[in-house]
């Protein structure tokens, strides 16, 4: 059907901004789900973002039918979703927050430059640390709060399921856990909502022949917190995980699943945090975010979570 507008939402069309090793990851990724039928690609390097293109375009015949080109801003007023991954890389012995400075300093060029356009789609902010950057976001665009989250802890949470489906021997996608809080150091695995199909984390540890469980929770959690450490130490970026990751959540919009992912979005309250985005399970659908969802979580779980939220809240002030 011909839209009737120029401004009106093809939710076929996805913009990445940003061709570093996680925005080409995520594309080559967006190509292979078949999701879209067009994406444009924006980089301050207009060269690299042409070779990406080009590259990522030579496999659509293995794949479905799409229009993948280098653009620039004019190309997103009728986009339904522009993800951002522009930033700079998180080096070796770099903590997330250490990327503070140089990425809002990135974001306010960008932000601006979408804000100048009619787009009335769904930002999802990649680049870290997420959850600061989801939250200047927000107050650089002014849009709604459903149309604006971060990648959050999705990826976190797919790394702890995984090393629970590795630790039990059973598939991780029967193992339902949450990373939850900031997407980076002060992260927290909360063991109190963990089951494994209904049945719960310790009842099914034991089952499989484990009992020392705060010993177990202790390593796998570290695990999970340390693991982009360990993969950037050993080949200098991460960028597969998290291109699955914003693929999933594409998927979830686009097809309008209201899944709940552990997103970045505004917090107004809960567990006494407000005023910050801090990842958090979500409905998430063609709106962006829906509602948050309540997890049950326990005194220490709820004290760390504040904790985490207090350490952005600080370095955003700062």
Same mark, same amino acid.
């Given at each position: ?6 401004? $009106?939402?093809?939710?076929?069309? !996805? !913009? ?20 879209? &039928? #067009? ?10 973002? %042409?070779? %990406? ?5 030579h496999g659509v015949p293995f794949a479905?039918?799409m229009k993948i080109y280098a653009g ?12 951002? &991954?522009?930033? @700079? ?29 009619? +787009?009335?789609?769904?930002?999802? !902010? ?14 650089? &665009?002014?849009?709604? %709060?459903? /149309? ?9 949470? *797919? ?12 598939? =991780?996608?029967?193992?339902?856990? +949450? ?12 063991? =109190? $909502? ?9 009842? +099914? ?8 469980? #705060?010993?177990?929770? $202790?390593?796998? =959690? ?20 998290? @291109?699955? =990751?914003?693929? /999933?959540?594409?998927? *979830?919009?686009?097809?309008? %699943?209201k899944s709940i992912l552990p997103v ?28 948050? !969802? ?14 985490? @939220? ?9």
């Open positions: 059907m011909e839209r009737d507008c120029k401004h $009106c939402l093809n939710y076929r069309k !996805v !913009v990445m901004i940003g061709c570093g090793f996680v925005g080409s990851a995520s594309a080559f990724s967006l190509m292979q789900s078949g999701l879209f &039928s #067009e994406m444009v690609l924006i980089d301050s390097d207009k060269m690299k973002a %042409e070779g %990406e293109a080009l590259d990522i375009s479905k039918p620039d801003y004019d190309d997103i007023e009728d986009a339904s979703l522009i993800i951002i &991954s522009a930033g @700079a890389n998180q080096k070796q012995g770099e903590t997330r927050l250490d990327l503070v400075k140089k990425n809002i300093s990135i974001f306010q060029s960008i932000i601006p430059e979408i804000t100048k356009r009619d +787009f009335k789609g769904i930002l999802l !902010v990649v680049a870290n640390p997420v959850d600061i950057l989801t939250t200047v976001t927000l107050k650089l &665009s002014g849009y709604p %709060e459903n /149309r604006v989250l971060g990648s959050g802890t999705v990826l976190d949470t *797919a790394r702890l399921k995984y090393e629970l489906g590795k630790h039990l021997d059973v598939d =991780s996608r029967s193992v339902h856990a +949450f990373i939850i809080g900031e997407h980076g150091d002060s992260e927290i695995a909360a063991w =109190s $909502c963990a089951n494994v199909s209904g049945i719960k984390l310790d009842d +099914f540890c034991e089952m499989r022949g484990h009992y020392n469980h #705060e010993e177990a929770m $202790c390593k796998i =959690s570290d695990d999970v917190k340390n693991s982009a450490y360990e993969i950037i130490e050993r080949k200098k970026a991460t960028y597969y995980g998290i @291109a699955m =990751s914003v693929k /999933r959540i594409c998927e *979830a919009i686009i097809r309008d %699943e970045s979005s505004m917090m107004h309250g809960q567990y006494g945090i407000d005023g910050i985005c801090l990842s958090m399970p979500a409905i998430v659908g063609k709106n962006g975010v829906e509602t948050h !969802v309540p997890l049950q979580l326990n005194d220490e779980e709820i004290k760390k979570l504040q904790i985490s @939220a207090q350490t952005l809240q600080k370095i955003l002030k700062e």
